[in-house]
């Protein structure tokens, strides 16, 4: 990309749409506002999402002229803010560190999913047992005589016939034979993690030079998006094994699937991370958030166990987060300024709310649209919508 071409991609991200007093709304936060109502099912039509976010950032500065900032619950809301934007910061520099992929992987990765073959398949418990087979099959054997002794349930109910499997689908000492044998042959035998295999090649299929041009950048956003995760995961079992971190697997097991919390168990660590703690309270309630109030089936200790690991390694990398300095990270920071402003329209929003409903929201925001200045660019608005 020319320095030319990609400083045309950087200011159409940062497209003035509206100027709101001495802020700017841009194309990005447009079609981040846009992508939202559609996520929530709402209208989403530029227009409106232009004024929502006009009124969004009136409120904003009404609620920081009023001090909602020093306000206890939305100071504790942005420092959790904070140190998740500072973890997931961390950990995308870790990830990106390692994640690599190349033509060659990209490569085995389409001819696992469009390779295909079909075959005789018997497979035996000893490697004699095999060769036997073998020598009888090669003699004119019945297929599927010598197939009710497999190992190999599919294609023993099939009479021997494997059906039509992947490339991807077969251990791979399988799918070397499958894809390498001279079709009608029987070959073997062939070391499996459980047993030893025969096989005869009936027809094979196998991906071209064509095939994967064309689904290369698809394979390639797969490959990615599976590396991340697992590097994402080796992350945070590292860091977790770093910081030592244990949970109180016997005490979450003993509470079965209740989720009523005595008095004496509501402060309870369950996990402890630095100066931080897992509360059996803080279990309960994600298990609440996400399962809903009764919780049911999904109350048990087999979940209380996950979301304690999870909690306790959301800490873990918080705490890896600030000491490393990731939340001075200039993109952590200006993320924490955008949801720090939306954090105090929502909160100045829920304060009008409870005075006197959404008819107080209104009046105030045309209140403070009569002393703002306010300009939108119409035609840089359309474009924001229009763009990818």
């Known amino acids: ?20 007093n001495d802020e700017v709304l841009t194309a990005a936060e447009v079609r981040a506002g846009l992508a939202r109502a559609r996520a929530a099912g709402g209208e989403a039509r530029v227009e409106r999402v232009v004024e929502e976010l006009i009124d969004a950032r009136l409120l904003s500065r009404e609620g920081t002229r009023r001090g909602l900032a020093r306000d206890p619950v939305v100071a504790a809301a942005v420092e959790s803010e904070r140190r998740r934007l500072a973890a997931e910061h961390l950990v995308e520099t870790e990830v990106a560190s390692v994640v690599r992929v190349d033509d060659a992987q990209l490569r085995e990765l389409y001819h696992a999913g469009t390779d ?10 000893t490697d004699e047992n095999a060769r036997a087979a073998l020598g009888r099959l090669r003699g004119g054997a019945d297929v599927a005589a010598e197939a009710r002794s497999s190992y190999d349930v599919d294609s023993k109910a099939r009479g021997g016939d494997s059906g039509t499997r992947a490339r991807g689908q077969l251990e791979p000492a399988l799918a ?7 079709v009608g042959a029987w070959v073997g035998p062939i070391p499996l993690a459980l047993g030893f295999a025969v096989l005869r090649v009936r027809e094979r299929t196998a991906g071209d030079e064509a095939g994967f041009a064309a689904r290369r950048e698809e394979l390639r956003r797969f490959a990615d998006a599976q590396a991340r995760t697992q590097a994402r995961r080796h992350v945070v079992s ?7 971190v244990t949970v109180d ?7 079965g699937k209740r989720l009523e919390v005595p008095p004496a168990d509501v402060e309870r660590a369950v996990a402890t991370v630095g100066d931080r703690a897992v509360r059996y309270r803080d279990v309960v309630t994600e298990i609440r958030r996400i399962f809903g109030a009764a919780g049911g089936h999904a109350s048990g200790p087999t979940v209380k166990l996950e979301i304690a690991w999870a909690l306790a390694d959301r800490l873990v990398l918080e705490q890896a987060a600030l000491a490393r300095g990731a939340a001075d990270a200039p ?5 924490l300024r955008a949801w720090t402003r939306d954090a105090l329209a929502r909160a100045l929003a829920a304060r009008l709310r409870s005075q006197g409903g959404d008819e107080a929201i209104r009046r105030e925001i045309a209140r403070l649209r009569k002393g703002a200045r306010i300009s939108i660019d119409r035609a840089a608005a359309q474009r924001a919508a229009a763009e990818p």
């Open 249 to 255: 697997e016997a005490f979450l097991r003993s509470t």
């Open 1 to 20: 990309m020319t320095l030319l071409l990609l400083l045309g991609t950087v200011l159409a991200a940062d497209a003035v749409v509206a100027r709101v």
């Open 331 to 335: 993109e952590v920071r200006a993320a």
């Open 176 to 182: 070397d034979e499958a894809f390498r044998a001279p």
């Open 116 to 125: 295909t073959a079909r075959f005789d398949l018997i497979v035996l418990g």
């Open 238 to 244: 590292e860091l977790r094994r770093r910081a030592g």
